[in-house]
């Protein structure tokens, strides 16, 4: 009997997903749970494994395309079987302008040669996870490779032919780089640009005198660690701090639900995690519940499945408040976007030390830089202070992290 393979939900708010990569062909034999196709919804990349063990009889979503959810993709079966009738109901769909349609190429076409890749320090490497694979088995720097997937993503196909050149593929001129407003590019170009337009945003700053908690992280470090099986960062600490502040102050931790102002009774804490080119905002559900170390340990697990394009969408979705951290790039105070519908974001600058006036001498403290954006609509300047004093509070007095 054949099985279908639709696009699938995987997230309330999901409407439709881009295939971006076939992982099979048709006639080719998979089992249950293999990996089929590569898509993207939003901002995450996800496997769609195969509900069911056959033969690829029919593959019908065309790379590049947009689909509903819920629209057939391909058939499984036996081979020979009929599927015509199955074939025949689904309907078409164009490829989208933001995805590339992918040509069809016969076996014995040689395919293009890529360039060389032009990438920032740290940029994130697109690739697909089959690929990344089949690199790390074969020791292929993937740091070199073009793709010639989707926004140039490195596919399988590359890799192979990685290998088949052995350690003296020659290098390519570079060419000129270019950045596609396509995919997650083209999601934050909408999203961001919907949120200048719309909201009206003000910007207080602050700053955090955090030495007394600068001195409780290195006295505490290692019984931190022995306790939780993970050494909490400053941002852990600072994300620990806003959870508290998001429960004491609650009239900042709100959203626009058509004409009335919803104050969240949860705080589902989001974090900006950033991918080298494009950044997703993971969350962190039900954060003012959580320890330190339960804050610490879902804060990692979903920055580094958020670098490797694993989170759920469920995962990226619901954020009641975010928070941006610029502090490992040595930045200090700068104005966020505010993450619609969400209507506050709070900046996080690096930490330095400098001379303070205190007590009529000048001492050297450790000085955090707080940027808090807010939509004016939506919140007033009295209760967005209050927030952001309750936010200096706790971090300049931390006794009561313990």
Known sequence: MATRVDMPQLGLTMETGTILRWLVA?????????????IQTDKVEYEVESPAAGTVLKVIGKEGAELPVGTLMAVLGQPGEDVSALVGAAPAAAPTAEAPKAEPRAESQAPAKPAV??????????????????AQEHGIDINV???????????????????????SRAA????????????????????????????????????????????????????WERRFGV???????????????????PRINCCLDGQTVRVRGEVHLGFAVDLGEGLVAAV????????????????????????????????????????SNLGGFGIGHFTPIINLPQAAILGIGAIQERPVVMNGGIHVRSILPLSLAFDHRLIDGAPAAKFLAKVNELLTNPAWIG
Do not use: C, W
Not at 26 to 38: C, N, Q, R, S, T
Not at 173 to 200: H, L, N, W, Y
Not at 294 to 310: I, N, T, V, Y
């Open 117 to 134: 890749p032009v990438r920032a320090p740290g940029e994130r490497v697109k690739i697909s996870p089959v690929a990344k694979k089949l």
């Open 172 to 223: 390519a001129q570079p060419a000129a780089a270019t950045i596609p407003v396509a995919g997650m590019r083209k999601v934050i170009f909408d999203r961001m640009g919907q949120s200048s337009r719309e909201a009206a945003r003000v910007t207080l700053f602050a700053d955090a005198d955090v030495t007394e908690l600068v001195r409780l992280r290195q006295t505490q470090s290692a019984e």
């Open 145 to 167: 490779l073009a793709g010639t997937g989707p926004e140039g993503r490195i596919i399988r196909e590359d890799v192979e032919r990685a290998i088949a050149a052995g350690p």
């Open 284 to 323: 962190i559900k039900d954060a003012d519940r959580k320890s330190l170390g339960e804050l610490a340990k879902a804060a990692r697990d979903l920055a580094e499945r958020g670098r490797a394009g694993k989170l759920n969408p469920d995962e990226m979705t619901d954020g009641t408040f975010t928070v």
């Open 26 to 38: 048709e006639g080719e034999a998979v089992e249950k749970g293999k990996p089929i196709v590569l």
């Open 231 to 249: 050494k909490p960062s400053y941002t852990d600490l600072i994300h620990f701090a806003v959870a508290r502040a998001l429960r004491e102050e």
